[in-house]
């Protein structure tokens, strides 16, 4: 833990920079009607027909994206936490979310420095026996203190009630790649909705390297702020993007999203002191939260990946939303945390991005949410 503090201390030292960020200012008013004759070449508007359309159409997009970023500037972000934990008091719910979490890391700790029996759900996506191990482990804490609850793990799928107004998320090991490589960043993941609303959540993170393993532990309940290793965690301060650290992920699909991600990449990290790639969705948003880092992105995760790390974000004063600039849930495709401040001018980039993947009629509507489960959404 004193590694951490030490960076979040070094963090506090004010950076200046001469480096304009093109994308964070805002646009000149200006009406595309009134200078439409004064912006297309004489030959252009008379001899062809074409390419008045294609100026066109380039008039409505610049509109269309002057009319976002006017939206954007304007925008206050609602909450994804849960109003309260229900009828389970904060105390109680957030002992059980952390024991299991701890249950978990306690397997993947002893099996972090053993030979590892790998198999393949895809091409390129791990799974290993800790893996399983560690979820079987937090599902008996889960079950023993809260049998009527409803479960969704990465590796065993849907069980118990789903009339229950719970819903724990758990990801027994964020960081599969990492950890079969024995490199970090992973963790364990446990997060729990109250009628699909964040409530609770811990995250186990696996630090250090593999002479001298260590863990931190994140937590956060709905209105009761964000802890690391029992310490009150905060966002960080900072403003403008060239001045930021930013995170983002890659899914193990190729496909339209991934390729528009590549370019968000591009972009940011040409603006920013960087764009980091750890492959561990919670440990990356809890790094947000700490405050050590400013925004994370990523296209395609599922509820286990974020239930936990969104609260916590939260928690910490960040802000969480979708990346098509809409209000999250827990069962989305995408989502943009950050340390709040910075949210609307990383939506300027990453909003019309995934606007023109919706455009383009991929997927993105709920990814699950189970049958029955009551929700205020």
Not at 282 to 297: Q, R, S, T
Not at 308 to 330: N, P, Q
């Amino acid at each position: 833990m004193n590694s951490i503090i030490g960076i979040e201390m070094s963090r506090s030292v004010v950076f200046s920079t001469n480096i304009p960020l093109k994308f964070s200012q805002k646009p000149r008013s200006f009406s595309l009607l009134n200078h439409s004759k004064t912006l297309v070449p004489q030959r252009f508007s008379e001899n062809s027909q074409c390419g008045l359309q294609r100026f066109q159409l380039l008039s409505m997009k610049l509109a269309r994206n002057v009319c976002i970023k006017a939206a954007l500037s304007e925008m206050k972000y609602p909450k994804v936490a849960a109003s309260s934990t229900g009828p389970i008091p904060p105390s109680q719910l957030i002992q059980v979310v952390e024991t299991a979490a701890k249950t978990g890391a306690e397997v993947v700790m002893d099996a972090v420095n053993k030979p590892r029996n790998i198999t393949y759900k895809g091409l390129t996506d791990l799974v290993t026996d800790a893996d399983k191990m560690s979820e079987a482990a937090i599902l008996e804490v889960v079950t023993r203190n809260f049998g009527d609850h409803l479960i969704l793990g990465e590796e065993g799928g849907i069980i118990g009630d789903t009339l229950s107004d719970y819903l724990w998320c758990i990801d027994p090991l964020d960081g599969t790649t990492n950890f079969a490589h024995g490199y970090p960043s992973f963790a364990v993941s446990v997060g729990v909705l109250f009628q699909g609303n964040p409530a609770a959540a811990s995250v186990v993170e696996f630090v250090s390297d593999p002479m001298a393993w260590d863990t931190c532990t994140f937590s956060a309940t709905a209105g009761g702020g964000a802890f690391c290793n029992g310490q009150k965690i905060h966002a960080s301060p900072t403003a403008q993007v060239e001045q930021s650290l930013l995170m983002t992920g890659f899914g193990y699909e190729h496909d339209d999203p991934w390729a528009a991600n590549i370019e968000l990449f591009k972009e940011f990290t040409d603006v920013s002191r960087g764009v980091q790639r750890l492959g561990a969705a919670a440990v990356d948003m809890c790094h947000v939260a700490l405050g050590i880092v400013e925004a994370y992105w990523e296209y395609r995760l599922k509820p286990w990946d974020m239930a936990a790390g969104v609260l916590i974000v939260e928690e910490a004063g960040g802000t969480v939303y979708r990346m098509d600039g809409g209000k999250f849930c827990g069962f989305d495709r995408s989502v943009l945390v950050s340390n709040g401040v910075l949210h609307a001018k990383l939506l300027e980039r990453i909003a019309p991005a995934t606007e023109k993947l919706k455009s383009e009629v991929i997927d993105f509507s709920l990814w699950y949410k189970p049958e029955n489960y009551r929700t205020d959404l």
